[in-house]
């Protein structure tokens, strides 16, 4: 995908580096079999992406992010 500035979105950007230190860990574990490698999501978290949306998003994320 060629990226765009008018297509830009938070959450796309976010699923990309997701999927991207997912593949790196994949590589690794590939790479060096013998070390255990681990990759996790941070899960939500207070930042510019959950807080700069409308209230009912914001309700929505905090709802679940309380879970």
Not at 3 to 21: C, H, L, P, Q
Not at 25 to 54: C, D, H, K, M, W
Request: hydrophobic share 40%; net charge positive.
């Amino acid at each position: 995908m060629i990226w765009d500035a008018r297509s830009y979105s938070r959450f796309a950007a976010i699923e990309k580096a997701g999927v991207t230190n997912y593949l790196l860990t994949l590589g690794q574990i590939a790479r060096y079999p013998e070390i255990s490698f681990y990759n996790y999501g941070p899960g939500l978290v207070r930042t510019a992406t959950i807080t700069g949306n409308r209230p009912i998003m914001r309700l929505f994320f905090n709802t679940v992010g309380r879970l």
